[in-house]
């Protein structure tokens, strides 16, 4: 794998290590369960709760990588990069630009 300049670079390889859709969909399930941690924290008033919130987004998403894509997950060798890419995924999911 290629160095890459900036995240504009990136983004494209990181969607290229996405392409089966079970794998993209256990991102955004990740994700989602992600928010509902974050939001389950504030509600109590518990911070201790963000530290299910790697689990939950890593574990999904490496599930993924290794079941499914059968590929080494960006996170290793990328790790910002590869997390701003999660959210960027989610976001053009939502929106209709990256199907699942």
Known sequence: MAGFASFREFYP???SEHANRTCRRLHFAGSCVVLA??????????ARWLLLAPLAG???????HFAFEKNRPATFRHPLWSLAGDWVMFWQILRGKVSI
């Not at 941690?37 to 518990?46: E, F, M």
């Open 58 to 64: 890593y574990g999904f998403a490496w599930v993924g």
């Open 13 to 15: 390889y990181y969607l």
């Open 37 to 46: 941690v974050v939001a389950l924290a504030a509600l109590r008033g518990d």
